[in-house]
């Protein structure tokens, strides 16, 4: 292995190690953010769920579970609309393939057939 590829994988185990950490982060805030909703509604109606929660929570806890989710992400937007299209090339090059090897048996059985 040449030293570039183990620097490449290096770096690769150390964004997935950053992603897992990330994933980590989000399930506890949404986990926070599902406990804060089930104590809004765990009282009646016509008390004050205010005392439950912290002020403010939503905007807060939805803002960190957007940035854990942003952080989770193994790969960025451009990075993963070059994923998409180097995946479309390579299943329209397969199936372009399928038909050659499709083609060949099929149009010897019509040579023969005609040929008889």
Do not use: F, H
Request: net charge neutral; charged share 20%; glycine share 8%.
């Amino acid at each position: 292995m040449s030293s570039m590829e183990m620097y490449s994988a290096s770096i690769d185990r150390q964004q997935n190690a950053a992603a897992e950490q990330a994933r980590l982060r989000l399930d506890a805030a949404l986990r926070e953010w599902s406990g804060q909703r089930a104590a809004l509604a765990a009282d009646g109606l016509g008390r004050n769920p205010l005392r439950r929660v912290p002020r403010g929570w939503p905007e807060a806890t939805a803002t960190r579970v957007e940035v854990a989710a942003r952080e989770a992400c193994v790969i960025d937007e451009q990075g993963a609309q070059t994923e998409a299209s180097r995946l479309l090339w390579s299943a329209t090059g397969k199936l372009v393939g399928a038909a050659v090897s499709l083609a060949v048996p099929l149009g010897i059985v019509l040579a023969l057939v005609v040929g008889s």
